[in-house]
């Protein structure tokens, strides 16, 4: 689901998230874990690619107007004309490149330019492979009944995901914890990200509380606090 306006977490939205999940799961045996972060991957690779983009298309300028880039040099040499071999030119050419490639992954180290110039596909997939690392690493099967399932919010790139474990992933289909990802859309393009979290929590719990009520002996088995990355 995408998200357009992020503000960081407070220490208040930490304390209004960690008490609306330990509210939902007094209603249910599920287990509802909760993670916020800056940012999902560094996509590196786009840098790169942008990079060798540049480097490209500036080869490809100079070899179709190469007596342009040829009266730069000279001008650039005091206005003297000279014969350049084709070695001379070579050499010119694969340092200009070098700094055009350089000069354009310096520029790409500004995250949000980085960020703009990914494709939305590309963010939607990371942000979701990394919901399930981190799902598989501090939720899948941490619950006797197989009942965890992850509240994930990644900022920079304003994104959300919503990962469930195997027994809760049998009965609830992705669009059914459709209200909750429209509660948090809501409060975050509205500056509230931790009210937002707050509230798809609630609306998680009502999920749960249908499909998995609470019975007699229903454990904490993972911590209810709000977890920051």
């Known amino acids: ?29 599920g287990e509802i874990v909760t993670i916020v972060t800056d940012l999902s991957d560094h996509y590196e ?3 790169l690619f942008w990079a060798s983009v540049a480097a490209f298309l500036a080869f490809a300028a100079y070899g179709l107007f190469p007596d342009f880039y040829l009266g730069l040099v000279d001008s650039m040499t005091g206005g003297w004309a ?4 084709a070695g001379e030119i070579m050499a010119m050419i694969f340092v200009a490149m070098v700094l055009k490639w350089v000069g354009t992954w310096l520029i ?21 492979a990394r919901a399930i ?3 598989k690493v501090g939720t899948e099967a941490k619950t006797v009944g197989r009942t965890g399932v992850l509240l994930y919010l990644s900022m920079k790139e304003h994104r959300a ?3 469930a474990d195997e027994e809760i992933a049998k009965l609830v289909t992705p669009e059914i914890w459709g209200d909750a990802m429209v509660a948090l859309i809501d409060r975050v393009k ?13 609306q998680m719990g009502i999920v749960l509380a249908e499909h998995f009520p609470k019975g007699h002996e229903n454990p904490n088995e993972i911590p209810d606090r709000l977890i920051e990355l």
């Open 108 to 128: 790409l180290k500004w995250m949000p330019l980085r960020l703009a110039l990914t494709p939305r596909a590309i963010k939607m997939a990371r942000v979701r």
């Open 161 to 163: 995901e919503i990962v």
């Open 190 to 202: 509205a500056g509230q990200p931790g009210e937002g979290m707050a509230e798809a929590v609630r």
């Open 82 to 85: 000279h014969d350049y071999t």
């Open 45 to 47: 690779d786009i840098g």
């Open 133 to 135: 690392s981190l799902f």
């Open 1 to 29: 689901m995408a998200l357009h306006k992020v503000n960081r977490m407070t220490q208040a939205d930490h304390v209004r998230v960690t008490e609306a999940v330990a509210a939902a799961e007094q209603q249910t045996s």
